[in-house]
C-alpha cells in the first residue's frame, strides 16, 4: 500500500503577469437607419446605410444578413423544429404554423447597394446571402445601402405584436442585421428561438409612429423635447399624426426597440451608475412596478462591485416580449408578476448586460458562457436583495437542477450548440444550471480570493469583445497560477459525473488511514473536513497533481500530496487516532457537484462497514 503522508508545504500559487491578448481581431459596423412604422396594417419601410470594416486578415467575397422575421411564417425552420421537437416551447408549439398572411413576420431586402453599385442577393429562410461587387479586402471599410420592408409578426417568441399582456410592438431582431464573421469564420445560423450574436458598432436609429406612441429603445433619445419631455405627454411639431423618435447607440451589437399607447415611464438614478427607466402599462396586474426601481438601483450597485462597472449611462426595463429577454442597455419583460417574480426577471436580464451585451460571447456556440454566468450572478444578488444567506452557498439550487438533468438520462455536453440540443429541457438544464455550477466549482478549486479576482479581471480585459471558454481559462489560470484544461474538458466536453467516496478507515496506534474511492468519470480535487471528539476541526485539501499547484491555503487547511488522476483511489495517513475522530466528509460545504453525497460521510462505530481493524 501506497501511503500518502499529509503535509503542511505550500505551493505558490502566485498569477502570472497580464498581458494583451496577442492577434485578437473583431468588425466593426456602423448602422444608420430611418424606419417609418404603420401601426394600422404592422408594416414598416426602412433605409439602412451600414459601414463595414473587415479588421481580419481574410478577404471577404460575400457577406450574410439575419432576416429573423422570416422565422414567423408556416413550414420555417423555427416552426418545424417547434412541432418536431419532443418537448417544444409551450410559446411557440404549432402557432407559427397557424397564423394568417396578415399575422406573420417577414422581412424583405428590396435593394442593395455596395459602395453605390448594386448586388444580387438571395433570401434563404432567415438569411440573406449576398454576393459582393468587389472583395472586401483586409483592414479596408465599404459601405452597404439598403431598402427594406417588414411586417411585425402576432407575438409569439420574444419579439412581435400584441403579446399576451397587451403591448402593441415588442421590436426585437427586427430589421437585416449583418452576420458575424470570426476566426471561425461566417456565422450565419437559420433563426430558430434560440441565441444571437452580432458585430460590434455603433447605431443612429430615427423611427416614425403614430404620436400617440411612447417608444423604449436601445440607446440614447437625442430628441427628448419633440417627442415629449420625459416621453409623456407629446408636444412640438408632427407629420401627418407621426413623431419620429431619434436614438442613438455606442458600441454595441443589437438595437430593440418597444413601443405602446399607455406606457407609464418612471426614472430613477443609480448613485454612480446609469439613469434607469422603467415603461409599463399601468393596471391592478403591474401595481408591483412601483417597488421595481429600489430593487433594481440595489442590483446594478451589487454588481458593479463584484462583477465589474456598467460602462453606459443608460439601461431600460421594459413591459413586453413572451417572459423576459435582454438586449443592448435594455430588456424585455412580461409584467403581470408577483414582486418576487417581477425583481427576479428584472435582475436574470440586467445581468445578461454584464455576460452578453458588454461580454458578447457568441450565445449559440457557448449559451453556458452567458446563461449559466449570468444565473450565477443572480443567485448571489437575489440572495443579497433578500438578505436570505442561503447555505450552504446560493447556488445550491443549481445544483439540485443539474443532478435532475444528469437522472434524466438526457444530458449532452455544454460544448453542444444551442440550437441542436435534442430536448429544450437539457439545453435549459445546461446553460443555466449546469453552467451555474460550472463556476461555482472553479471558485472551489481555485479557492474563493482568485475567482472574485479573476471573475473582475476577466471583465475587464474581454468586455466589448467575443471571448471564448479558452479566453475564460487563461484569465483563471495566470489569476490562480493552476492548470485548468482538465476541468473544462471534462465539464464542457462531456457528460462524465463526479462521485468520490470515503472507501475505508483502518485504525493503526497513533495513526488513522483513510482510503478514498473516485467512482465517477469525472477528477476533482478534494476538501476532507476532520472533525474531532474535542471539537476541533481541520479541512485537508488534496489537489490533483494536473493541477500544479493547489487553491491558497483557507481557514484550518492543509495541503495533502496531490493526487494522480489516473489513480481510483488514495490513501491519507492521518497523524491522529481513530479514537479521537468523531467524522469524516469529503465536501461538507457542497462545492462539487457529487452525485451522491451519502458515501461522503464517515463516523466511527456508526459506519462499520468500512472500518479495517
Known amino acids: 500500500m501506497n501511503y500518502l503522508v499529509l503535509f ?58 439575419h432576416l429573423y422575421f422570416n422565422a414567423f411564417q408556416p413550414e420555417s425552420m423555427m416552426d418545424v ?35 453605390g453599385t448594386p448586388l444580387t442577393f438571395t433570401t434563404v429562410g432567415t438569411i440573406l446571402e449576398v454576393k459582393l461587387d468587389k472583395p472586401i479586402l483586409p483592414n479596408t471599410t465599404v459601405g452597404f445601402d439598403m431598402q427594406f420592408q417588414g411586417q411585425v409578426p402576432q407575438q409569439i417568441r420574444r419579439s412581435g405584436r400584441d403579446n399576451a399582456e397587451g403591448v402593441d410592438y415588442s421590436m426585437s431582431q427586427w430589421y437585416p442585421k449583418i452576420s458575424e464573421y470570426d476566426h471561425h469564420g461566417w456565422h450565419a445560423n437559420p433563426y430558430i428561438g434560440r441565441e444571437f450574436h452580432g458585430v460590434w ?50 458600441n454595441v451589437h443589437d438595437f430593440m426597440w418597444a413601443a405602446d399607447t399607455d406606457y407609464k415611464h418612471v426614472t430613477t438614478q443609480v448613485p454612480g451608475g446609469p439613469a434607469l427607466h422603467f415603461f409599463y402599462i399601468p393596471d391592478s396586474a403591474t401595481v408591483d412596478w412601483e417597488s421595481l426601481p429600489e430593487y433594481t438601483e440595489k442590483a446594478f450597485t451589487y454588481m458593479s462591485k463584484y462583477f465589474g462597472n456598467y460602462p453606459y449611462q443608460k439601461y431600460s426595463i421594459v413591459q413586453g416580449g413572451d417572459g423576459g429577454m435582454e438586449y443592448p442597455m435594455a430588456t424585455l419583460i412580461t409584467g403581470k408578476r408577483p414582486l418576487r417574480s417581477l425583481v427576479g426577471v428584472t435582475v436574470h436580464e440586467l445581468i445578461h448586460s454584464w455576460y452578453q451585451l458588454v461580454l458578447a460571447t457568441n450565445e449559440s456556440r457557448f449559451a453556458w458562457m452567458d446563461e449559466g ?73 481555485i479557492g474563493n480570493q482568485h475567482f472574485r479576482s479573476g471573475m473582475l479581471r476577466y471583465y475587464n480585459e474581454w468586455k466589448f469583445k467575443h471571448p471564448e471558454p479558452d479566453d475564460f481559462k487563461r484569465v ?87 493526487w494522480p488522476w489516473t489513480n481510483p483511489s488514495y490513501d491519507l495517513l492521518l497523524p491522529r487516532p481513530l479514537d479521537e475522530i468523531e467524522s469524516l466528509e469529503i465536501d461538507p460545504d457542497r462545492q ?22
Open 373 to 445: 454566468f449570468t444565473t450565477f450572478a443572480m443567485a448571489e444578488v437575489m440572495d443579497y436583495l433578500y438578505a436570505q444567506n442561503t447555505l450552504p452557498h446560493p447556488q445550491i439550487n443549481h445544483f439540485d437542477a443539474y443532478f435532475n438533468l444528469v437522472n434524466s438520462g438526457k444530458e449532452e455536453p455544454l460544448s453542444t450548440h444551442a440550437d441542436h440540443f435534442n430536448f429544450n429541457r437539457a439545453y435549459g438544464a445546461a446553460a443555466y444550471s449546469k453552467g451555474s455550477v460550472f463556476l461555482r466549482q472553479l471558485s472551489y478549486i
Open 592 to 613: 462539487m457537484a457529487d452525485i451522491n453525497h451519502d458515501n461522503n460521510l464517515y463516523r466511527p462505530g456508526k459506519d462499520k462497514s468500512k472500518e479495517d481493524s
Open 476 to 562: 483563471m489560470e495566470k489569476e490562480s497560477g493552476l492548470e485548468l484544461d482538465w476541468y473544462f474538458e471534462y465539464w464542457i466536453n462531456s457528460i462524465k459525473t463526479i462521485d468520490y467516496s470515503i472507501l475505508s478507515v483502518s485504525r493503526n496506534a497513533n495513526s488513522t488511514l483513510i482510503t478514498l474511492n473516485r467512482s465517477g468519470g469525472m477528477i476533482m480535487p478534494i476538501d476532507l473536513r476532520v472533525i474531532y471528539k474535542d471539537g476541533s476541526w481541520e479541512n485537508i485539501n488534496i489537489p490533483l497533481r494536473i493541477m500544479r499547484g493547489h487553491k491558497p491555503l483557507e481557514d484550518k487547511m492543509k495541503i495533502a500530496e496531490a
Open 201 to 250: 458598432g455603433d447605431f443612429e436609429v430615427k423611427l416614425t409612429i403614430d404620436k400617440h406612441y411612447t417608444v423604449a429603445a436601445t440607446g440614447y433619445l437625442q430628441n427628448p423635447t419633440e417627442v415629449g419631455h420625459g416621453y409623456s405627454e407629446k408636444k412640438g411639431k408632427s407629420k401627418k399624426g407621426k413623431l419620429t423618435w431619434h436614438f442613438k447607440a455606442p
Open 8 to 65: 503542511l508545504g505550500c505551493i505558490s500559487t502566485v498569477g502570472l503577469p497580464l498581458f494583451a491578448q496577442q492577434g485578437y481581431w473583431q468588425q466593426k459596423v456602423n448602422y444608420s437607419m430611418v424606419v417609418d412604422m404603420n401601426v394600422d396594417n404592422h408594416q414598416f419601410t426602412g433605409e439602412q446605410s451600414l459601414e463595414y470594416t473587415n479588421n481580419s486578415p481574410d478577404t471577404l467575397q460575400r457577406v450574410f444578413y
Open 81 to 115: 423544429r417547434s412541432r418536431t421537437i419532443t418537448d417544444p416551447d409551450g410559446r411557440v408549439m404549432d402557432r407559427i404554423f397557424k397564423l394568417g398572411p396578415d399575422e406573420i413576420g417577414y422581412l424583405k431586402v428590396k435593394s442593395l447597394k455596395q459602395d
